[in-house]
């Protein structure tokens, strides 16, 4: 017995087919006689061609065009029906050719991806969210945009990327920013009560209670502050830390300090008026030898450089990197000039020298 073998069509397939088809027949230019053949023929293979091209032609309300076809379903055709199309008035809403056309395959793809190119999400917002370092760890983030961000010791920061802007707060500790290039979405790092802005560039910013101390490497970066910041009434063991009134970075609050260029370095200080407002001191800008530059962000390759800064700085920057404890008992030894080089983290090397060649104790307590 011979059997018949019957392959069933693939709807993805018949989807796409519908939709070209519907898409010439929405447009009669495009429509030629060989086209017209070979619609009729693909009509003609399967009852699903025919149901596609009626349903896309319904949900995208291009009914009308498929009066333009001139092969009466179920009717007997003849030749002269084979060769040329007639026109067949049908009621918009009621199609008895169920198998239209099947240009609404290509109409149908085209219009997805518009309506995707609506609805896709941002690429660059990706990154966006908190990043933390815990004490004496180290973290290099590259985000979305191509920007490299080193986050240094027990330093917190939270990115922001929108259509706009490419926003980041530094919400303690330090960090080193390299900056990729888009002029239609400006860098900016908020710290404290400054703003640092860039486009492509490279530099750093250490927040240090409400004092920011910018460094820039390269490019340029234009540095503002915020001074909507204030205190509340002085009270003996309150806490009277300034209070932010209003957004952060609310431009009527903004104040133009100036430009920092490559090999400057510069500290935004905040000081509390007598009507108890914050307001910005800018230091003087320093520009700085370029071995004095790469001396201050060692700490980007895992160093600690020291050439003749007092004990009691030393012992400051090194805390920063450890969880032990190191308090100078003998006020006479904090103004001892320290130089070298210390590894990040060594905090018992740094011991071992200082009992070495500067003749102090220290007693570690358990």
Same mark, same amino acid.
């Given at each position: 017995?011979?059997?018949?073998?019957?392959e069933?069509?693939?709807?993805?397939? #018949?989807?796409? %087919?519908?939709?070209?088809?519907?898409?010439? +027949?929405?447009?009669e &230019?495009?429509? $030629?006689? !060989?086209?017209?053949?070979?619609?009729?023929?693909?009509?003609?293979?399967?009852?699903?061609?025919?149901?596609?091209?009626?349903?896309?032609?319904?949900?995208?309300g291009?009914m009308?065009?498929?009066?333009?076809?001139?092969?009466?379903?179920?009717?007997?055709?003849?030749?002269?029906e084979?060769s040329?199309?007639?026109?067949?008035?049908?009621?918009?809403?009621?199609?008895?050719?169920?198998?239209?056309?099947?240009?609404?395959?290509?109409?149908?793809?085209?219009?997805?991806?518009?309506?995707?190119?609506?609805?896709?999400?941002?690429?660059?917002?990706?990154?966006?969210g908190?990043?933390?370092?815990?004490?004496?760890?180290?973290?290099?983030?590259?985000?979305?945009?191509?920007?490299?961000?080193l986050?240094?010791?027990?330093?917190?920061?939270?990115? #922001?990327?929108? %259509?706009?802007?490419?926003?980041?707060?530094? +919400?303690?500790?330090? &960090?080193?920013? $390299?900056? !990729?290039?888009n002029?239609?979405?400006?860098?900016r790092?908020?710290?404290?009560i400054?703003?640092?802005?860039?486009?492509g560039?490279?530099?750093?910013?250490?927040?240090?209670?409400?004092?920011?101390?910018?460094?820039?490497?390269?490019?340029?970066?234009?540095?503002?502050?915020?001074?909507?910041?204030?205190?509340?009434?002085?009270?003996?063991?309150a806490?009277?830390?300034?209070?932010?009134?209003?957004?952060?970075?609310?431009?009527?609050?903004?104040?133009?300090?100036?430009?920092?260029?490559?090999?400057?370095?510069?500290?935004?200080?905040?000081?509390?008026?007598?009507?108890?407002?914050?307001?910005?001191?800018?230091?003087?800008?320093?520009?700085?030898?370029?071995?004095?530059l790469?001396?201050?962000?060692?700490?980007?390759?895992?160093?600690?450089?020291?050439?003749? %800064?007092?004990?009691?700085?030393?012992?400051?920057?090194?805390?920063?990197?450890?969880?032990?404890?190191?308090e100078?008992?003998?006020?006479?030894?904090?103004?001892?000039?320290?130089?070298?080089?210390?590894?990040?983290?060594?905090?018992?090397?740094?011991?071992?020298?200082?009992?070495?060649?500067?003749?102090?104790?220290?007693?570690?307590?358990?």
């Open positions: 017995m011979k059997e018949n073998i019957y069933f069509p693939n709807r993805s397939i #018949i989807e796409e %087919e519908a939709g070209a088809w519907l898409i010439k +027949l929405d447009d &230019a495009l429509l $030629s006689a !060989a086209d017209r053949q070979a619609l009729r023929e693909w009509l003609k293979r399967s009852p699903a061609h025919c149901e596609e091209l009626n349903n896309l032609a319904a949900f995208w291009k009308n065009v498929l009066t333009e076809l001139a092969v009466p379903l179920g009717k007997h055709e003849t030749q002269a084979r040329t199309f007639s026109i067949v008035p049908l009621p918009q809403f009621s199609l008895n050719l169920k198998c239209a056309s099947a240009a609404a395959a290509v109409f149908v793809l085209a219009v997805t991806i518009v309506f995707s190119a609506w609805i896709k999400p941002d690429p660059l917002i990706v990154s966006n908190l990043y933390a370092t815990a004490v004496g760890q180290q973290q290099t983030i590259t985000l979305a945009d191509g920007s490299v961000i986050l240094n010791t027990n330093s917190q920061m939270d990115v #922001i990327y929108d %259509e706009h802007y490419r926003d980041i707060t530094l +919400l303690q500790g330090e &960090a080193y920013f $390299s900056v !990729a290039k002029h239609a979405r400006p860098f790092v908020y710290a404290g400054g703003r640092i802005q860039a486009v560039t490279a530099f750093s910013v250490r927040l240090k209670d409400q004092d920011v101390s910018i460094t820039v490497t390269e490019g340029r970066v234009v540095l503002t502050a915020f001074n909507q910041l204030k205190t509340t009434a002085l009270q003996p063991g806490d009277n830390k300034p209070q932010v009134i209003g957004d952060l970075r609310d431009e009527d609050h903004a104040e133009k300090l100036g430009i920092l260029e490559a090999g400057q370095t510069v500290t935004i200080k905040r000081r509390v008026t007598q009507e108890s407002i914050a307001r910005t001191n800018l230091e003087a800008i320093e520009t700085i030898e370029q071995q004095e790469a001396r201050r962000l060692s700490w980007r390759k895992g160093l600690l450089i020291f050439t003749g %800064e007092p004990l009691e700085d030393v012992v400051a920057e090194i805390s920063r990197y450890t969880t032990v404890s190191i100078i008992t003998d006020p006479t030894v904090r103004t001892i000039k320290i130089g070298g080089q210390f590894r990040v983290g060594e905090t018992e090397a740094m011991f071992d020298v200082l009992e070495e060649n500067f003749v102090l104790r220290v007693t570690r307590l358990s």
